[in-house]
C-alpha cells in the first residue's frame, strides 16, 4: 500500500497521521497492520528505526476505541485491556510519547509503569481506570503480585524489542504475564534481531502467529554511508580528533564497550574541551535521563554510551554514529548503526577498526 489512507483505520486516527505527517508506511508498517487490525496474531523481524512503534501502536488503539465504541468501556482500575512490554524505561518513555501523539483525538489513556521510576509514581498511574499500559517485565510482574494490576481483562499483548527483553532476563516474568492472561488475547512480538532466544519463545509462545520479515531485516539501511578508519599504533583518540573536527549534521553518538571506556573517554574529551555526557548503566538515573534529554533537544552535540543506547531509543537528531571500540557480536553493530539513518533519513556510522575487529569486519562484509 502506498499510502496510510488506504488502511481501515478510524477517522481520528487517519486525521493524526495526516497532522504528524506520516503519509507513506513503513514496510513492517505495511506487513503488519492488515493482520493486526483484523485481530490476528503477529511476530514481526525488521531493522532498527523501521517504524516497528507505529506498526502496533495503531492496531492497539484501534481495538481498544472499537471496543469503548461498542459500549464496552473499561471501568475496573488497574484492569488494562492492552498492554506493551519494553526492555527499559527510556525505551518505555519514548513509546509513551508516541501513543500520546495520537490519543489526542482517538481518546484512549495511557499510562506507565516502567522500571527504574519511583513505585509510588508507577502505583499512581495504575490508579484509575485506563485501556493501555507501557511497562517493563519487572514493573509489572511487582504490581500483579501487589495486586494493582490484573490482567484477566487483557484483549492486546505487545514485546516490544523482544531480543533485549530476553537479554535483561525477563523470561520468567513474562512466562508469568502470559499465564495471567485470558489465551485468546491477540499477540504481537516486534524484534530487530531473532536471537536464539527470540527464536524459541516465539515456538513456544507464538506459534500461531503469522511471521511478518522485512527483506532487510538483517541489514544495514541504504541511507547509511559507513566509514571504516584504521586505528594507527593503537592511538584512538587522536583519530576521535579528527573525526570531531568534521562537521555533522545533528548529534555524533559514540560508543564505547564498557562502563569504564565510557568514563575514560568522557573524562579525557571533557579534559580536551569537548562538550560531553555518558549514558551507560549503573549511573544516577536522573543524570542519565537528563543526558538523554540534552543529547534530544540537541543543547549537547556528543553523547557516549554502551550498548545501553543501541536498541529501541529514537533520537531524530543523530547524524552521526562513531564505533570508538567496535563491539564482538554482529547483532550489536547492526543495533548500533541504526540509530542514525531512521526512518529514511541518512546518516553515517564511522569505525575504529583494529586488528581484533577483522572477524566482525568479514562478517559486515557478507551483509
Known amino acids: 500500500m502506498s499510502s496510510f489512507r488506504a488502511f481501515d483505520l478510524l477517522p481520528s486516527l487517519q486525521s493524526t497521521l495526516k497532522l504528524e505527517g506520516f503519509v507513506t508506511p513503513t514496510e513492517i508498517q505495511e506487513l503488519s497492520l492488515p493482520p493486526l487490525l483484523k485481530g490476528k496474531s503477529v511476530v514481526g523481524v525488521a531493522e532498527t528505526g523501521s517504524g516497528k512503534t507505529l506498526a502496533y501502536a495503531l492496531p492497539v488503539l484501534q481495538k481498544m476505541k472499537q471496543l469503548e465504541e461498542a459500549g464496552d468501556a473499561v471501568s475496573v482500575s488497574g484492569q488494562p485491556r492492552a498492554v506493551v512490554l519494553v526492555p527499559a524505561s527510556e525505551l518505555g518513555e519514548q513509546v509513551t510519547k508516541a501513543f500520546k501523539v495520537f490519543t489526542h483525538d482517538t481518546r484512549v489513556r495511557v ?12 502505583r499512581r498511574n495504575v490508579a484509575s481506570p485506563f485501556e493501555v499500559l507501557l511497562a517493563t517485565p519487572g514493573r509489572l510482574e511487582q504490581l500483579m503480585q501487589l495486586k494493582l494490576i490484573n490482567l484477566s481483562d487483557l484483549r492486546f499483548l505487545v514485546f516490544d524489542e523482544a531480543d533485549q527483553i530476553l537479554d535483561q532476563g525477563f523470561l520468567p516474568a513474562i512466562k508469568q504475564i502470559l499465564k495471567a492472561s485470558p489465551s485468546d488475547r491477540q499477540l504481537a512480538l516486534f524484534t530487530a534481531t531473532a536471537s536464539d532466544g527470540v527464536q524459541d519463545l516465539i515456538h513456544e509462545m507464538f506459534s500461531h502467529a503469522e511471521l511478518l520479515e522485512t527483506k532487510g531485516h538483517h541489514r544495514l539501511v541504504s541511507t547509511l554511508v559507513t566509514e571504516n578508519l584504521v586505528v594507527p599504533y593503537g592511538k584512538r583518540f587522536p583519530l576521535l580528533q579528527k573525526v ?14 564498557t562502563r569504564e571506556q565510557c568514563d575514560a573517554l568522557v573524562a579525557e574529551l571533557v579534559e580536551h574541551g569537548y562538550p560531553c555526557a555518558s549514558y551507560r548503566g549503573d549511573m544516577d ?11 534530544r533537544e540537541g543543547t549537547l552535540s556528543l553523547l557516549i554510551s554502551t550498548d545501553l543506547a543501541a536498541r529501541g531509543l529514537d533520537v531524530e537528531n543523530i547524524g552521526r554514529v562513531i564505533n570508538y571500540h567496535l563491539p564482538k557480536e554482529l547483532k550489536n553493530y547492526l543495533h548500533r548503526a541504526g540509530r542514525t539513518a531512521r526512518a529514511g533519513r541518512k546518516g553515517t556510522v564511522i569505525n575504529f577498526v583494529t586488528e581484533r575487529d577483522a572477524n566482525l569486519m568479514k562478517r559486515l562484509d557478507s551483509l
Request: glycine share 10%; net charge positive; no cysteine.
Open 244 to 257: 570531531l573536527a568534521q562537521p555533522a549534521e545533528g548529534g555524533t553518538l559514540l560508543f564505547a564497550n
Open 285 to 295: 538515573k536522573l543524570e542519565r535521563r537528563q543526558n538523554l534529554k540534552q543529547f
Open 111 to 122: 499510562r506507565a509503569a516502567l522500571g527504574g521510576i519511583a513505585m509510588k509514581i508507577a
